[in-house]
C-alpha cells in the first residue's frame, strides 16, 4: 500500500518515499512549556501521532522526536512572575502537556529534547549562519 502525502515545496501531492527503508523519523514541533495545553498545541499533537501511526502500520520503523522549548520570553517571565526557578516552571506545564497528551491517547514520542539542552549547539548554528551571510 502506498502512502501519498503532500510535499509543501514543490506543491504537489507525491508517493511517501522513505530515505533509509524501512526507518523512518518523524519531527514534530512540541509546546513552549508556560502554560497549560490548548487546543493548537493538541490538534498538531494529534496530527502527528495519526502520521507516526500510519506509518506504522504501513510497516515502517518509526522514530519520533518531539521538541520542548522550555526557555524563551514566555517561559522566562512566567517563572520571574511566580518567583519560581525557570527548570521548575517549565517542568511543571511540560508534566500537565504528557498527562493531557496521554487522556487523549497520544502516543509518546521516543525522542524529547529541551531546548535548553541544545542551547551551545544553537549558538554554534547561529554563528555559522552569520559567518555564512545567511543570517
Same mark, same amino acid.
Given at each position: $500500500?502506498?502512502?501519498?502525502?503532500? !510535499? /509543501?515545496?514543490?506543491?504537489?501531492?507525491?508517493? @511517501?518515499?522513505?530515505?533509509?527503508?524501512? &526507518?523512518?523519523?518523524?519531527? #514534530?514541533?512540541?509546546?513552549? =512549556?508556560?502554560?497549560? =495545553?490548548?487546543?493548537? *498545541?493538541?490538534?498538531?499533537?494529534?496530527? #502527528?501521532?495519526?502520521?507516526?501511526?500510519?506509518? #506504522?502500520?504501513?510497516?515502517?520503523?518509526?522514530?519520533?522526536?518531539? *521538541?520542548? /522549548?522550555?526557555?524563551?520570553?514566555?517561559?522566562?517571565?512566567? #517563572?520571574? &512572575?511566580? *518567583?519560581?526557578?525557570?527548570?521548575?516552571?517549565?517542568? %511543571?506545564?511540560? %508534566?500537565?502537556?504528557?498527562?493531557?497528551?496521554?487522556?487523549? !491517547?497520544?502516543?509518546?514520542?521516543?525522542?524529547?529534547?529541551?531546548?535548553?539542552?541544545?542551547?551551545?549547539? $544553537?549558538?554554534?548554528?547561529?554563528?555559522?549562519?552569520?559567518? %555564512?551571510? @545567511?543570517?
Amino acid at each position: $500500500m502506498a502512502l501519498r502525502i503532500y !510535499n /509543501t515545496l514543490t506543491q504537489k501531492e507525491e508517493d @511517501f518515499t522513505p530515505l533509509n527503508p524501512p &526507518s523512518v523519523t518523524l519531527y #514534530s514541533c512540541g509546546p513552549t =512549556v508556560y502554560g497549560r =495545553v490548548h487546543i493548537g *498545541n493538541l490538534r498538531a499533537q494529534l496530527f #502527528s501521532d495519526v502520521l507516526k501511526r500510519t506509518l #506504522s502500520y504501513l510497516g515502517y520503523k518509526v522514530t519520533q522526536v518531539v *521538541n520542548i /522549548t522550555d526557555v524563551d520570553d514566555k517561559t522566562i517571565k512566567g #517563572s520571574l &512572575s511566580e *518567583n519560581t526557578p525557570l527548570k521548575e516552571f517549565t517542568e %511543571k506545564y511540560e %508534566k500537565f502537556f504528557w498527562e493531557d497528551t496521554e487522556k487523549i !491517547n497520544i502516543l509518546r514520542p521516543d525522542i524529547t529534547p529541551r531546548a535548553t539542552e541544545y542551547i551551545e549547539e $544553537m549558538i554554534f548554528l547561529i554563528e555559522t549562519l552569520l559567518k %555564512k551571510g @545567511f543570517a
